[in-house]
């Protein structure tokens, strides 16, 4: 017999090791206090609402949220906040986003709301020629890269509404890619699983990816300092020349050179003629909250649909009956966005017709106490990051930037540490389709901010990043607030859901299995889903009546809200 006070040498082993969340017995001479599985999580834990006066930041990444608090406390604004915010996040968080990124933001500044479509176009070269002989588009290479927009973006920010020079808001980022930052618990698991993928590819066009992502071929670990010499030479230069040497200077000649060695389309003249996009947002009223989100060709139209259609119902619980109607309002939603939303500039998008309560009305008489089966696409994951910010002056932003899927495209522009978008594998190869690829076209996008204001005034930002589940991260993650009363972080928190296609639908391993048991019977096919990046990633900052700040993280990632 042994005692368990005392036990003897093997079971301490095998004990530390099942703590560890390990399958093999742990050496002797390993630290236990330092050799931690930084991602085995099997104890409940408890986050709270984070509460601030004088500024807050939230994203899925600490590192980037401290960038934002700096240039807060350094005199910049929500703004200056969340453009120091995207750009670290190129830094710390590349397996999501990247300077060759899109990004997409709705603004509250001196009491009124703005929205900008920083999304790329496709380079001139680019038509369905291209693409003679293919069935879909790849998500690797050059056919799959839209012109970057994302700088170009940021310095048009910073002038409009900014307090500091754009130098002054990228020098966090800056220092992060310069000196190096610890790469985080969830940013090293994306990192390797699918650094290897990138790694595997032979062509020339992706050597710069393994130059600037590996050592070796080695990826880093959790908890490990990564230095990224090249990003931080690109962001001064965009931050001391205000974008210009991204589009029209040295970085430009940079980009241009490689896409001609390597069979790419981007040509100067296309990245002279990026220009960022200044829209109105657009809004439904839902059970009493103006909720907002920027036009097509972005996918914020979806979730307006699906809370037109729940609208006409009332929840006073999140039991199955609840995320039964949820599902098939989504279901019909997506059914309409995926069949016309696309580049308004090129193709008509009935928006009006698409938000009215009549159409909406006419769309909820479809949905009965049995799962059905919309005309719908298959769906995709893909990288992206989402921070919001506010400020004590009364300004809020909420900010969304992307790779599309993961790091990309894979094509990484050497000695920029420019990782180029993949969004082009978004369009249809369908010439009748009005997202079919074309010339200086916007692809269907699927990231989107959202806002929120009551009786004409700001509520505040959120947004659930991650493919085509942010529309229905959108939808849950606002009912779970003004439905069911939760604060910020007990909304981020509930176990989600995400309709897949046809009657699938994949859940949360913390979802209630008896309410899964009812929506099996009401004729949805139900999986699990273990990898929590697949249900998004969201931030939410509310501004209280008394003018406080309350914000929630995600507990999904290394979320973080910085405030003071």
């Known amino acids: 017999m042994f005692s368990l006070s005392k036990p003897c040498g093997a079971l301490k082993l095998a ?63 929500a703004v200056d906040a969340a453009i120091a915010t995207a750009a670290a996040l190129t830094v710390v968080e590349p397996t999501s986003n990247g300077i060759g990124s899109d990004n997409f933001s709705i603004l509250w500044v001196n009491g009124k709301m703005y ?16 693409f003679k002989g293919e069935k879909k588009i790849s998500t690797l290479g050059w056919k799959a890269v839209t012109v970057p927009a994302a700088p170009k973006t940021w310095a048009v920010l910073a002038k409009k509404f900014g307090k500091l020079p754009l130098s002054e808001s990228l020098a966090p980022a800056i220092s992060y890619a310069r000196d190096g930052f610890t790469v985080q618990p969830t940013v090293a698991q994306f990192w390797n699983l699918r650094g290897p993928m990138y790694i595997a590819q032979k062509d020339p066009q992706f050597q710069g990816w393994k130059d600037t992502f590996s050592k070796n071929g080695k990826l880093p670990k959790a908890g490990e300092l990564w230095k990224l010499p090249d990003h931080a030479r690109t962001l001064e230069l965009i931050g001391k020349t205000n974008a210009e040497a991204f589009y029209t200077g040295e970085i430009a000649k940079k ?31 839902y059970h009493g909250y103006d909720v907002w989100e920027l036009p097509p060709n972005g996918q914020g139209i979806t979730a307006l649909m699906a809370l037109n259609i729940l609208n006409g119902y009332h929840f006073d619980h999140r039991g199955p009956e609840t995320a039964h109607v949820q599902i098939e309002a989504m279901k019909l939603a997506f059914a309409d966005t995926l069949k016309y939303v696309a580049d308004p500039r090129v193709s008509k998008v009935p928006v009006k017709e698409m938000l009215s309560t009549e159409y909406a009305a006419k769309r909820r008489a479809l949905i009965t106490d049995k799962a059905q ?5 298959d769906f995709k994951q893909s990288g992206t990051v989402y ?29 920029t540490g420019i990782s180029l978008n993949n969004r082009g594998c978004s369009f249809s190869l369908d010439p009748k389709h009005p997202n079919a690829v074309a010339p200086e076209k916007r692809p269907y996008n ?13 509520v505040g930002p959120f947004g659930v990043m991650g493919g085509f589940m942010q529309p229905q991260g ?32 994949v859940v949360e391993g913390s979802y209630p299995v008896e309410d899964l048991r009812k929506l099996e019977r009401m004729g949805h096919d139900i999986s699990y ?30 979320g973080c809200v910085a405030t003071w």
Not at 44 to 64: C, D, H, K, W
Not at 446 to 458: E, L, M, N, R, S
């Open 15 to 77: 004990v530390m090791a099942l703590c560890m969340g390990t399958c093999s017995v742990a050496s002797a001479a390993q630290d236990p206090l330092r050799s931690f599985d930084p991602l085995y999580y099997p104890y409940p834990a408890q986050r709270n609402v984070v509460y601030g006066s004088r500024g807050m930041v939230a994203t899925s990444n600490p590192l980037a949220a401290q960038a934002g608090l700096e240039v807060l406390k350094k005199g910049g604004n």
């Open 115 to 130: 929205g900008i479509n920083g999304s790329g176009r496709s380079p001139k070269a680019m038509n369905l020629d291209v």
């Open 255 to 285: 980009i241009v050179e490689f896409s001609k060695a390597t069979g790419g389309y981007i040509t100067a003249e296309d990245l002279a003629a990026v220009d960022p996009e200044w829209v109105e947002p657009l809004s439904v009223n």
């Open 373 to 377: 089966q919309p005309v719908a696409g």
């Open 387 to 415: 921070l919001c910010t506010a400020d004590g002056e009364g300004n809020m932003v909420s900010f969304i930037q992307s790779n599309y899927g993961g790091f990309g495209s894979g094509v990484v522009v050497p000695g």
């Open 446 to 458: 699927t990231i989107i901010p959202g806002f929120v204001t009551k009786d004409g005034k700001a």
């Open 474 to 505: 959108h939808v849950q993650v606002l009912m779970n607030c003004i439905d069911f009363g939760m604060n910020p972080q007990q909304a981020l928190d509930a176990p989600r859901w995400q309709w897949m296609r046809d009657k699938k639908v």
């Open 529 to 558: 889903d273990t990898l929590a990046g697949d249900f998004g990633r969201g931030e939410i900052i509310w501004r209280m009546e008394d003018g406080t700040l309350a914000g929630g993280t995600e507990s999904r990632t290394d």
